[in-house]
């Protein structure tokens, strides 16, 4: 009995991890994502270099 307990408390915890995991991959991607185009849009606006 006492197996089937810490079998199945490793499954939730594993379980847990994983979704953490994926959660924390998503959040990340999407901050990736968010700073892409707030360097795109920079350097869109970035004045072109006068010629000398």
């Known amino acids: 009995m006492a197996n089937f307990v810490a079998i199945g408390l490793g499954v939730v915890v594993a379980v847990g991890a994983a979704l953490l995991l994926r959660a924390s991959v998503r959040i990340l991607r ?9 360097l795109a849009d920079e350097l869109r606006d970035r004045p072109s270099p006068r010629p000398r």
Do not use: F, P
């Not at 999407?30 to 707030?38: E, P, Q």
């Open 30 to 38: 999407r901050a990736g994502l968010r700073i892409d185009a707030i």
